[in-house]
């Protein structure tokens, strides 16, 4: 059964929000704003781009804030709706698992300061891997609570938040076990996960499962066959191509038959339960993968391993111990390959990026980073230095 928030986590949820019952009728739908799925726009492929990406715009920590962030800012979502930027992030201690995490959720009319507190959700355990949900103009937000073990992954239950009108949301546990959501998104009007479950750092099996859901995030059932496929992979990102194929980027940290470090998965316009994955994988590693499409070519945002691969090194020590960047890739989807085209701003820890389509040609995007003057500085330094992590907004734009 969905446990609500009670009165003493941080803030007040909903109290007189419908969406804790189920309705969403009583509540603001969010309209205009641009589209963030690909079948909106119109691109022309006969032309060739370059993407470019601004300098990046800091913002947590920062001016204009209603919150005083702690040292760790990570795991961020953005969306745009109603003529509003609406942003979500993990704030902690340190990169690691903590009882005193805090998620926020704060929206701005200009994209910038000043911005305005929605929410702030509070568990006494960590908190993680934010997601937003726009459907019908209803704005939700999804998240998993973790446990409090730094060096344990704990995965206690999913949440749902439902914005009601500004500053009222309403949240409740939707499922408990240790499936782990990550990507969202709306093609076509269907909304769509991926989650993973399982023994994470395991023997490599792990199940992937490709969701829908029709009452709002509430309840996801799967899209056709379940799992999709069984091996070492958790982090999913998808996107739809034009012919309606549907790519996916894995993560395969845990490894499997076909080796560690990355998948390029597909599957059918006519069933996008039936994946086929590339085998052997690719021994680099793309955490955090977030995947967008302009025109016919699709791109990847994610964290790079500086000094990889992964999938060929002693395990999780060394690969913590390198430099990390955040890149943009391109998928080639004839070789299953993920070409490198660029490095994004970021450094040590880093790599959470969450983009949303402002136009045929552009993407705002929300990503985290150690301070950009350490290039070296490794993954493992910056998730424990006392420097912290900060989140900025940039650009992303063909030309």
């Known amino acids: 059964m969905a446990r609500p928030l009670g009165w003493g986590f941080v803030g007040l949820f909903g109290v007189g929000c419908a969406s804790a019952s189920g309705d969403s009728g009583g509540c603001e739908r969010l309209s205009g704003g641009p589209d963030d799925d690909p079948a909106a726009w119109v691109v022309d492929t006969s032309r060739a781009w370059t993407p470019v990406v601004s300098a990046p715009t800091f913002v947590i920590p920062g001016e204009g804030l209603p919150v005083t ?18 942003l979500a992030w993990r704030t902690a201690p340190s990169h690691f698992a903590s009882a005193d995490t805090e998620l926020h959720v704060i929206s ?18 960590d908190v993680r891997e934010p997601a937003f949900l726009l459907q019908d103009g209803v704005l939700t937000l999804s998240f998993f609570e973790a446990g409090t073990n730094p060096v344990e992954f704990e995965p206690r239950a999913t949440w749902r938040a439902e914005r009601c009108r500004a500053g009222d949301w309403a949240a409740a ?41 029709a009452d709002h995030g509430r309840t996801w059932t799967p899209v056709g066959k379940d799992p999709v496929s069984t091996g070492g992979d958790s982090e999913v990102a998808i996107e739809i191509a034009a012919d309606g194929t549907l790519w996916a980027v894995t993560r395969n940290e845990d490894g499997d038959a076909t080796g560690k470090g990355s998948k390029v998965c597909s599957a059918p316009a006519a069933d996008w339960s039936a994946w086929t994955c590339s ?27 500086v000094g ?45 990026v969450s983009a949303w389509r402002t136009g045929a040609d552009t993407w705002q995007f929300a990503n985290y980073t150690s301070p950009l003057d350490e290039p070296d500085l490794s993954w493992l330094e910056g998730q424990t230095s006392e420097a912290g992590t900060a989140i900025y907004l940039g650009e992303l734009r063909f030309e």
Not at 108 to 116: F, I, M
Not at 279 to 305: C, N, V, W
């Open 69 to 86: 962030p702690q040292t760790a800012n990570n795991n961020v979502a953005l969306a745009i709706a109603g003529g509003r930027t609406f």
């Open 108 to 125: 701005s009319e200009t994209g910038g300061a000043p911005w305005t507190l929605e929410a702030t959700f509070s568990l006494g355990t």
């Open 173 to 213: 546990q939707v499922s408990e076990g240790e499936k782990v959501p990550w990507d969202v998104k709306v093609r076509g009007g269907m909304a769509l996960r991926t989650a993973y479950s399982g023994d994470h750092y395991g023997e490599g099996n792990l199940d992937l499962h490709l969701e829908t859901t």
């Open 279 to 305: 085998d052997p994988s690719d021994p680099e590693r793309y955490d955090s993968p977030e995947l967008i499409r302009h025109g016919d070519d699709l791109y990847l945002l994610a964290r790079r391993d």
């Open 308 to 352: 990889g691969p992964y999938g060929v090194d002693e395990g999780m020590f060394p690969y913590s111990t390198r430099p990390k960047r955040t890149a943009l890739y391109q998928l080639d989807t004839v070789a299953r390959k993920v070409v490198w085209l660029q490095d994004l701003p970021g450094d040590g820890d880093t790599a959470f």
